[in-house]
């Protein structure tokens, strides 16, 4: 995979730094950053590859300009006279429902770093990743009220989660935004942190976890999914078969060696699976 961030007309820009770091930015200033097909079609196929590249350890997500996404771009969605309603369901079963699933089932990290306003899908893509950094300036808003329409990539699944049954129908039936320094108090987020330290901060994050063991994050992500959904006793079995999994990766035994001998471990070297 290789550097790709001199197109400035592609809709993402792909940034492969050093240590196995894969930088997508969004790259539509000129409309925040909202998704038209171009767009999904090309957030679709960077994650492939980055599930493909044995290479690539983490993600970093964020957005060109002075916003992260502000969803949809609803110039695609205007109806001209005598033309039928638009199938909005069929946008979502094509392209948003699939983004979310390939974001929360790629089995490594996604740091997203949100540098703006992250507005209807925008920023429930954002919450769709796993550890999400907001600029103090950034701002979240559920818009879809304000549309006539109901929260969907994701949102109506991932805010009560996160913030609450109370705070998550307020802030998609009010529409009213909410600063990154109280999405971070609500447990929305993971950090604020100044404008001009967003990306440093990602970029540590992501090497940080770029260090760690690829493997194991992929199989805690596969375990988190699914704890929604399961029972206690179906958890602890899942849990079962997927620490038998890890325990039988190279990662593990590297770092038990790595204690023993009192060092780091090093998780790039050999095969990460089992």
Same mark, same amino acid.
């Given at each position: ?5 001199? *197109? ?12 196995? %770091? ?44 002075? #916003?992260?996404?502000? #969803? ?33 089932? =790629?089995?490594?990290?996604? %740091?997203?770093? %949100?540098? #703006? ?10 919450? *769709? ?11 979240? =808003? ?28 307020? =802030? ?20 604020? %942190? ?8 990602? @970029?540590?994050?992501?090497? @940080? ?30 849990? @079962? ?21 009192? @060092? ?5 070297? #050999?095969?990460?699976?089992?």
């Amino acid at each position: 995979m290789t550097s790709e961030t001199n *197109a400035a007309t592609q809709p993402v820009l792909l940034e492969k730094l050093e240590e196995g %770091v894969l930088t997508l930015t969004l790259n539509r200033p000129e409309r925040m950053n909202a998704f038209n097909v171009e767009t999904h079609e090309a957030l679709a196929d960077a994650i492939r590859r980055a599930a493909e590249d044995e290479q690539c350890r983490v993600v970093i997500l964020t957005g060109a300009g002075k #916003g992260f996404c502000a #969803g949809q771009d609803l110039s695609d969605r205007a109806v001209a006279p005598g033309e039928g309603r638009p199938d909005l369901g069929e946008s979502i079963e094509k392209r948003y429902n699939p983004l979310i699933r390939s974001l929360r089932m =790629l089995p490594k990290p996604i %740091v997203c770093a %949100v540098n #703006g306003a992250a507005a209807g899908a925008g920023a429930n893509i954002a919450l *769709a990743c796993d550890i999400v950094l907001a600029a103090k300036s950034a701002r979240f =808003l559920q818009a879809f009220a304000r549309l006539g329409l109901v929260p969907d990539s994701g949102g109506t699944w991932f805010l009560p989660r996160l913030v609450g049954d109370a705070r998550a129908r307020a =802030l998609m039936m009010l529409a009213d935004p909410i600063g990154a320094e109280q999405a971070e108090a609500w447990g929305m987020i993971w950090r604020a %942190v100044d404008d001009d330290q967003l990306m440093g901060v990602a @970029r540590e994050i992501a090497a @940080r976890l770029a260090a760690g063991p690829t493997h194991a994050y992929g199989l805690i992500k596969r375990a988190l999914l699914a704890s929604s959904a399961n029972g206690l006793d179906a958890q602890l079995d899942l849990e @079962r078969d997927l620490q038998r999994e890890a325990g039988a990766a190279d990662e593990y035994i590297e770092a038990v060696k790595a204690f023993l001998e009192k @060092r780091p471990a090093n998780f790039r070297a #050999g095969k990460t699976g089992a």
